[in-house]
């Protein structure tokens, strides 16, 4: 029944270690999106697509980068994670002009 | 620009008592406005949305807003707390007439104490 799908749930990866996390959605929307949560604050838009279109939010640091392969799929890549990157990472999707439905999130930790 | 105010960080209610959350919104045009909630570990879950209709918006699980431009607020209500509303609620406006950006408030974590 899910049909925004995040995995892994929980993932610890080493400071400096490149990390990859997932997005499948079931919805077909064309707009997909990655949100970073910090400890009792609000989710910070890091950049999202229309399409294959990538919109890249301005203080977004270039440690995070994006793919979008498919409709289907999206992938956030922290290429050398540092400790303040630790957070719940969110997706979610959503057709043009329409709320956004988001995944459950995978909780990043760094030792 | 457009910004949202949630006036309350923390509210604790009794089971089967009134819940309020308010919030607030600034917006050079007609804006629309949604409640999401986030329970521990979970993602964002949409309960609300306004968008120009009827001022009133019935949402899920017995949640209410009302949207008050006089007063510019958007404020949450339910007539009756239960445990399970325990949670954060996020006030969200859009960007600009495309929704693909949100602005989000900074949360109210609700408490429903038996």
């Known amino acids: 029944d899910a049909m925004v799908i995040q995995n892994p749930r929980y993932q610890v990866t080493q400071f400096g270690k490149p990390v990859t996390l997932s997005c499948s959605q079931t919805l077909n929307h064309n707009v997909m999106y990655w949100y970073q949560q910090k400890s009792s604050q609000a989710p910070k838009l890091l950049f999202h697509y229309y399409d294959k279109d990538f919109n890249n939010e301005a203080d977004t640091p270039d440690n995070f980068q994006s793919r979008r392969p498919n409709t289907s799929f999206c992938f956030l890549d922290i290429r050398s994670p540092g400790l303040g990157d630790a957070a719940m990472y969110l997706c979610a999707t959503s057709p043009r002009t329409q709320p956004q439905h988001f995944g459950d999130g995978t909780r990043l930790s760094i030792l | 620009a457009q910004s949202v105010t949630q006036l309350d960080s923390h509210v604790s209610v009794s089971e089967g008592t009134p819940v309020l959350l308010r919030c607030n919104y600034s917006s050079s045009y007609s804006p629309s406005l949604f409640w999401y909630v986030q329970h521990p570990n979970k993602g964002l879950q949409l309960l609300l949305k306004?968008?120009?209709?009827?001022?009133l918006v019935k949402g899920i699980n017995g949640f209410e807003a009302e949207f008050k431009k006089s007063e510019t607020s958007f404020h949450l209500t339910k007539p009756s707390a239960h445990m399970s509303d325990a949670a954060e609620y996020f006030c969200v406006v859009t960007v600009s007439y495309n929704t693909d950006k949100l602005i989000f408030g900074t949360g109210t974590r609700l408490q429903v104490f038996p």
């Open positions: 306004y968008t120009s209709a009827a001022t």
